[in-house]
T-cell receptor, first 113, second 113 residues
Framework: QKEVEQNSGPLSVPEGAIASLNCTYS??????FFWYRQYSGKSPELIMS????GDKEDGRFTAQLNKASQYVSLLIRDSQPSDSATYLCAVGGLTGGGNKLTFGTGTQLKVEL | DAGVIQSPRHEVTEMGQEVTLRCKPISGHDYLFWYRQTMMRGLELLIYFNNNVPIDDSGMPEDRFSAKMPNASFSTLKIQPSEPRDSAVYFC???????????FGSGTRLTVV
């Protein structure tokens, strides 16, 4: 049984700060890693994907992957109140479209003015 | 594209009644996934299809749950008979071969009383 672990939070950061969200996974053969953002009452929205060790940057978001440590993280720079949401880490065994993803239970982020 | 379309948005039913949830995937997507989300368990994969064929239904909790995909543009998830513990948000998502991540529908919030 694949497991994906996240701290449920809430993680509170001041506006303009860097928010750091972490995720660990149990299945060593996992090949693909995703971060989804979910606002309250809404559906998950894909914001980042990463497949190789290292960092991947997209605007204010940076995803970091360390397969040896089975660890994925998401950094949000210059946090804004609109970033307040639950962030879901998802892990898959494949890299294609037919990827059966296992989700963590999410970390709630609160960006305070 | 209108995205993944789910109906109804909300469903309140009495225990023992049959419930049918509907999903229209994004045109051209050949994978369709049904997930259930609760506070306690997060997002759980119930079943997924490839080219209208069920590939993995190991997440379907009981025989009371069934899913069909009669064509590339329509899928149903049926619960018969429904029980209060089935209360959750049910999401449909789709993806395509060569793509990455999923696109989720807006979800159906099911309440069984």
């Amino acid at each position: 049984q694949k497991e994906v672990e996240q701290n449920s939070g809430p993680l509170s950061v001041p506006e303009g700060a860097i928010a750091s969200l972490n995720c660990t996974y149990s299945d060593r053969v996992s090949q693909s890693f995703f971060w989804y953002r979910q606002y309250s009452g809404k559906s998950p929205e894909l914001i980042m994907s990463i497949y190789s060790n290292g960092d991947k940057e997209d605007g204010r978001f940076t995803a970091q992957l360390n397969k040896a440590s089975q660890y994925v993280s998401l950094l949000i720079r210059d946090s804004q109140p609109s970033d307040s949401a639950t962030y879901l880490c998802a892990v898959g065994g494949l890299t294609g479209g037919g990827n059966k993803l296992t989700f963590g239970t999410g970390t709630q982020l609160k960006v305070e003015l | 594209d209108a995205g993944v379309i789910q109906s109804p948005r909300h469903e309140v039913t009495e225990m023992g009644q049959e419930v049918t949830l509907r999903c229209k995937p994004i045109s051209g997507h050949d994978y369709l996934f049904w997930y259930r989300q609760t506070m306690m368990r997060g997002l759980e994969l119930l079943i997924y299809f490839n080219n209208n064929v069920p590939i993995d239904d190991s997440g379907m909790p009981e025989d009371r749950f069934s899913a069909k995909m009669p064509n590339a543009s329509f899928s149903t998830l049926k619960i018969q008979p429904s029980e209060p513990r089935d209360s959750a948000v049910y999401f449909c998502a789709s993806s395509f071969t060569g793509g990455y991540g999923y696109t989720f529908g807006s979800g159906t919030r099911l309440t069984v009383v």
